[in-house]
């Protein structure tokens, strides 16, 4: 399995300019998850998916950020306008409860920079 | 709502020497617990997970965590380091429901760093 993909890697921008970031979760798993990385606040979730419907949005920042899961293959995080703040690597993760236990399987991150 | 905290922020120490990652949880129900490890400009990967049965559980690359209820600890230790260590450890925790199955989301501890020197 090629594990989670997420894309780009890294990504650079202006504040103002709209930025997706895309997520394809391994297959058959049911659960997707965002996450944000800063150095002040930590690994942050900032939303969760089962079965393509948003469980818990209580961590997306603010309306600037919205997350869609068209389908069970594919997810994208976007902030519209982004901001200096925004500058993070942001994870996407995904499990299954076919398991039981949902244990997590991250992407390797995007790194985002908002200039 | 359970959290998580992890009491280091940066554990430096010698290589081959013996390390203890430590990990306090709370929670007014049942849960699993988790370790992570984050290689630099790496995604997070699994260490080892409790789940039930045996209090001492072993992970990936001579890992090993220790779950004590009373104590709401899940301490991470390893006998000998060695450079290739380096990383940040995440702790984490998930709620189980009553039906001992658990919900999706996991909650993280802030994660410690650490540094092994030669």
């Known amino acids: 399995d090629a594990g989670v993909i997420q894309s780009p890697r890294h990504e650079v921008t202006e504040m103002g300019q709209e930025v997706t970031l895309r997520c394809k979760p391994i297959?058959?798993?049911?659960?997707l998850f965002w996450y944000r990385q800063t150095m002040m606040r930590g690994l942050e979730l900032l939303i969760y998916?089962?079965?393509?419907?948003?469980?818990?949005d209580s961590g997306m920042p603010e309306d600037r950020f919205s997350a869609k899961m068209p389908n069970a293959s594919f997810s994208t995080l976007k902030i519209q306008p982004s901001e200096p703040r925004d500058s993070a690597v942001y994870f996407c993760a995904s499990s299954s409860s076919l398991a039981g236990i949902n244990e997590q399987f991250f992407g390797p991150g995007t790194r985002l920079t908002v200039l | 709502a359970q959290s998580v905290t992890q009491l280091d922020s940066q554990v430096p120490v010698f290589e081959e020497a013996p390390v203890e990652l430590r990990c306090n949880y709370s929670?007014?129900?049942?849960?699993?617990l988790f370790w992570y490890v984050q290689y630099p400009n790496q995604g997070l990967q699994l260490l080892l997970k409790y789940l039930s049965g045996s209090t001492l559980v072993k992970g990936i690359n001579g890992f090993e965590a220790e779950f004590n209820k009373s104590q709401t600890s899940f301490h991470l230790r390893k006998p000998s380091v060695h450079i290739s260590d380096t990383a940040e450890y995440f702790c984490a925790v998930k709620e189980m429901n009553a039906g001992g199955t658990s919900y999706g989301k996991l909650t993280f501890g802030q994660g410690t760093i650490l540094t092994v020197h030669p």
């Open positions: 929670s007014s129900v049942s849960v699993y």
């Open positions: 297959s058959g798993h049911d659960y």
């Open positions: 998916f089962n079965n393509n419907v948003p469980i818990d």
